[in-house]
């Protein structure tokens, strides 16, 4: 009891917001505190919610070109802690957040300072650091992580204008999503966890050729095209990002197959960062040692390309990493499984999560091949990182009292 | 017709049967329709009676929906390719060719997650998300 009390008076101090709930249609996501306080001098109807969370969110960041909130990688995130991640309800239909009971997902292009129309006179694209308000991220992200609650303005995807804010509440793992969440180095101090996605360019334009083909307004020249005008700006703002994230997850085209260029095989590389305070690298077989594994054979009979793993440490840009390497794809249950019985430290809470993981999202893209995989193991890794943060927060407290 | 002379005043009283034909129709279009749409409406619908119904769905109203519709979308992503080739081919390395391309990107990436979202979203469904208490959309467990 003793220490409930002091814990309690800790928040109280520091990470309360007081409001009054005039957009309380957006609901509760979290477990907080709740104090009701009726107002009786002046206005009888008012109720002032005194909100406080522990101050125990766990931001994580995640740099991905062009699009955000509802990417794959997001839904097989938010999917691994439970619950299915929406947009916020009764609030701007073209908001681009995703709200599930314990994670909140926004998109960083809602820190455009330039909408559409402004980048256009500038000649500028969103990728440059002049059409963002890194100030405003940087205050917003810290108030959230210290357990306030924020009005995040909305950057409107389909008009191009930047629309009325919306209300976020802090909840127990906060993403931001976008092309610059590691740019700024206040942000990237907030940081407890960052990945990036990084998409080769063969492999990039072959998906977006899938993307687009099927747009009326869209030639191969227009999307070629397209590609090659973002370029200068992609490899000097977002490219350098990946030497500071924690976790990349590169994805080229495949070694297997001689001259594929359809991009439906694919190698990912996962890197991992080592001597990142709550995150141990999955490895093959012997941490620290370099392994080459082809796991189609006697037990297992795989179809062509077949499915071959690697896993060694490296360098990357000066850090120690331990990569781990996928490349080809998988056709049944039984080589996912088999896979996964394999891999250590992937920090699932039983024998087959990552399969069940897989298999309940079976239609989305990359879930037969090293994509999804990998997407899981990170949600997993994220998952073990958020418990191991909150119950090293919940020990200080009690050394506290205890002394 | 009937035409009487009372003293220099002339009353001339014609039935009124054919015209109220016509006046008890009309109500309903003014029901149902703006009035400065008034004249424009009326009178085709009247010369047009078919066209009533599928407009209203035999007496229903229809509502149209009001979010931006893939088709929307279709016509920007268009539109922005075009702006950006007139862009670039005036000077492909400006600042504007990049952030008209930019552009491009960005709208064919709104009109992806638009086709995914329309995809799988069933109309009775999303209704029932945000009104669980009608009487559609109740659900019983015995």
Same mark, same amino acid.
């Given at each position: ?7 309690? =008076?800790?928040?109280? %101090? ?16 979290? $477990? ?21 969370? &522990? ?28 619950? &299915? ?22 998109? *960083?292009?809602?820190?455009? %300072? ?7 006179? $500038? ?17 917003? =992200? ?23 804010? #919306? ?9 931001? #999503? ?25 492999? $990039? ?16 020249? %227009? ?41 439906? +095989? *694919? ?31 006697? $037990? ?22 331990? +990569? ?11 080589? *996912? ?58 020990? &200080? ?7 | ?34 009035? @400065? ?14 066209? @009533? ?17 893939? !088709?929307?979308?279709?016509? /920007?992503?268009? !539109? ?34 638009? @086709?995914?979202? /329309? /995809? ?8 029932? /998300? !945000?009104?669980?208490?009608?009487? !559609? ?6």
């Amino acid at each position: 009891m003793a220490v409930s009390t002091v814990h309690t =008076v800790q928040s109280l %101090s520091s990470t309360c917001s007081i409001s009054n709930p005039t957009k309380s249609h957006l609901g509760f996501n979290q $477990k907080q505190l709740v104090f009701f306080k009726k107002t009786t001098t002046t206005t009888r109807r008012a109720t002032t919610v005194i909100t406080c969370s &522990a101050g125990d969110t766990v931001v994580i960041g995640l740099a991905a070109d062009s699009g955000c909130g509802k990417s794959t990688f997001m839904r097989r995130l938010t999917s691994v802690f439970g619950g &299915a991640a929406e947009p916020p309800k009764g609030g701007n239909p073209d908001s681009n957040t995703l709200i599930s009971d314990t994670t909140t997902v926004i998109c *960083l292009d809602d820190y455009h %300072s330039l909408d559409r129309t402004g980048r256009k006179e $500038k000649g500028v694209t969103a990728l440059d650091p002049r059409a963002n308000n890194f100030d405003l991220m940087y205050e917003q =992200v810290k108030a959230i992580k210290s357990g306030v609650a924020v009005e995040k303005p909305i950057y409107n995807h389909v008009t191009g204008l930047i629309d009325p804010p #919306e209300l976020i509440k802090p909840p127990k793992i906060f993403v931001i #999503e976008g092309l610059h969440p590691m740019y700024d180095a206040r942000v990237r101090e907030l940081l407890d966890f960052s990945i990036y996605l990084d998409i080769s360019n063969e492999v $990039k334009f072959a998906w977006k050729i899938q993307r687009d083909m099927a747009e009326r307004g869209h030639s191969l020249e %227009s999307i070629k095209a397209s590609i090659e005008a973002r370029k200068p700006d992609f490899d000097a703002y977002i490219d350098p990002q990946k030497q500071y994230a924690d976790a990349v997850i590169e994805v080229l085209p495949t070694e297997l197959i001689p001259d594929d260029n359809e991009g439906k +095989v *694919l190698r990912v590389r996962l890197i991992m960062k080592e001597g990142v305070k709550y995150f141990n690298p999955v490895y093959l077989f012997d941490e620290g040692s370099t392994i080459s594994w082809i796991p189609c054979g006697r $037990k297992l009979t795989c179809s062509y390309p077949g499915i071959k793993f690697s896993y060694g440490p490296e360098t990357y840009f000066g850090h120690e990493v331990s +990569v781990l390497e996928m490349d080809g794809q998988f056709d049944r249950l039984d080589e *996912l499984i088999y896979i996964e019985s394999h891999l250590s430290s992937i920090s699932t809470k039983f024998y087959g999560e990552v399969t069940q993981q897989m298999l309940k999202h079976a239609d989305f893209p990359g879930s037969n091949n090293g994509t999804g995989l990998f997407q899981t193991i990170v949600g997993l890794k994220i998952r073990d990182l958020y418990e191991q943060i909150v119950a090293s927060k919940s020990g &200080a407290p009690l050394e506290a009292t205890k002394t | 017709m009937h035409i009487t002379a009372l003293g220099t005043t002339l009353h001339i009283t014609i039935p009124m049967a054919g015209v109220a034909g016509v006046i008890i129709t009309t109500p309903q279009v003014l029901a149902l329709e703006s009035p @400065r749409k008034l004249q424009s409406v009326k009178f085709s619908l009247l010369n047009n009676p078919w066209k @009533r119904c599928t407009k209203f769905g035999w007496g229903r109203m229809y509502v149209h929906p009001v979010a931006a519709t893939p !088709e929307g979308i279709s016509e /920007k992503v268009a !539109e922005s390719v075009k702006k950006a080739e007139e862009a670039c081919s005036e000077n492909p390395v400006a600042g504007e060719c990049a952030a008209a391309w930019d552009e491009v990107e960005e709208l064919s990436a709104a009109a992806s997650h638009a @086709r995914d979202k /329309k /995809k799988d979203s069933d109309p009775l469904e999303d209704y029932c /998300k !945000e009104n669980p208490e009608t009487d !559609e959309c109740r659900t019983y467990d015995n």
